[in-house]
């Protein structure tokens, strides 16, 4: 099993750019995040899903946007990227929301928004 | 407003020595309690998930415990090895939420020195 992965691990843009990071897991979970990282603050949730074909926004949802066509891809788009947008961002899924469901982490893309 | 506070933001310890590193949370309902550990570079990896009856749950070296009534949490981390430099992040979940939603402290940087 890979778990959860990410493409790409790295990336610029110039302001005003779009790009689409993306997620895909291999352990069938029903549950997606997308996640913020920045210095000093603790992770931010942007965009959920909670199954194929359903997203919903999280705690700083502006300026992206999100599909869940499979039930193993989550997809997160920048339509016109901003310098505010620069942050480490983590992709992850969990099976259930039950207590002991553990979310598993990608090893997150590093953007940097010139 | 639900937060998760942790103390402290940083820390540097020499090998071999123990350490404990602290978190509040004002979350209600509370659901579980969760210590992760993250390599610079690397996503959140879980070390242990607690629920409101656990007051105490060990992983190896690492042992977390829990008082809801005071609504604080340590994670205390014996005999430190060079590989335990890491940032350890509190995570917490609430209860009325049925989308898996966490709440994350902005994390503990820890640096094991020889």
């Known amino acids: 099993n890979a778990g959860v992965t990410q493409t790409p691990k790295f990336r610029v843009l110039k302001t005003g750019q779009s790009m689409t990071l993306l997620c895909a897991q291999d352990?069938?979970?029903?549950?997606m995040y997308w996640y913020r990282q920045d210095p000093g603050m603790g992770l931010r949730l942007i965009h959920y899903?909670?199954?194929?074909?359903?997203?919903a926004k999280g705690e700083v949802p502006d300026g992206y946007n999100v599909s869940r066509l499979k039930k193993q891809n989550f997809l997160l788009g920048l339509e016109s990227a901003a310098p505010s947008q620069t942050s480490v961002y983590f992709c992850?899924?969990?099976?259930?929301?039950?207590?002991?469901?553990?979310?598993?982490f990608g090893p997150g893309t590093r953007l940097t928004v010139l | 407003k639900n937060q998760v506070e942790q103390s402290p933001q940083s820390l540097i310890i020499l090998e071999g020595k123990n350490c404990t590193l602290q978190?509040?949370?004002?979350?209600?309902?509370?659901?579980?309690l969760r210590w992760y550990k993250q390599d610079t570079g690397r996503g959140p990896v879980s070390l242990t998930i607690?629920?409101?009856?656990?007051n105490t749950k060990s992983n190896g070296r690492y042992t977390a415990t829990l008082d809801a009534d005071t609504k604080q949490s340590s994670l205390h981390i014996t005999a430190s090895q060079l590989s335990d430099s890491a940032s350890y992040i509190c995570?917490?979940?609430?209860?009325?939420?049925?989308?898996?939603?966490?709440?994350f402290g902005q994390g503990t940087t820890l640096q094991v020195k020889p």
């Open positions: 992850a899924s969990t099976r259930g929301t039950r207590a002991y469901n553990e979310q598993f």
């Open positions: 352990m069938n979970h029903e549950y």
């Open positions: 899903s909670v199954g194929e074909g359903t997203t």
């Open positions: 978190c509040n949370y004002t979350v209600s309902p509370f659901s579980n």
């Open positions: 607690m629920t409101f009856s656990e």
């Open positions: 995570v917490v979940s609430a209860g009325s939420s049925n989308t898996g939603k966490l709440i």
